[in-house]
Nanobody
Framework: QVQLVESGGGLVQAGGSLRLSCAAS????????MGWYRQAPGKQRELVAT???????NYADSVKGRFTIYRDNAKNTVSLQMNSLKPEDTAVYYC???????????????WGQGTQVTVSS
């Protein structure tokens, strides 16, 4: 009932910047926490950053000071500005949301399809 579509991935040199965006659509009643996770080859998926509907943010230690998460509650979008990118940031980045649809009275967790970010040295 909720679709998350990411955009903005690509190839960038170390030290460069990228901005990822994610738009949620469907019969959405409300969205609680939205966030970004990433998964590098051979590694487990890990949290990058999250933001609540009230604007509280949480970042992985590895991205603090370099990445910033934004959210537009009216448009059901979340973005991730990534600066000073490092080769170790290379991964597939996934959008995530805890959302409630009109036909249900509880929240469910949803994932986007992922977008590749590759940082060359």
């Amino acid at each position: 009932q909720v679709q998350l579509v990411e955009s903005g991935g690509g190839l960038v040199q170390a030290g460069g910047s990228l901005r990822l965006s994610c738009a949620a659509s469907g019969s959405i009643f409300s969205i609680n926490t939205m966030g970004w996770y990433r998964q590098a080859p051979g590694k487990q998926r890990e949290l990058v950053a999250t933001i609540t509907s009230g604007g509280s943010t949480n970042y992985a230690d590895s991205v603090k000071g370099r990445f910033t998460i934004y959210r537009d509650n009216a448009k059901n979008t979340v973005s991730l500005q990534m600066n000073s990118l490092k080769p170790e940031d290379t991964a597939v980045y996934y959008c995530n949301a805890d959302a409630r649809v009109y036909s249900r009275n509880y929240y469910q967790n949803y994932w986007g399809q992922g977008t590749q970010v590759t940082v060359s040295s």
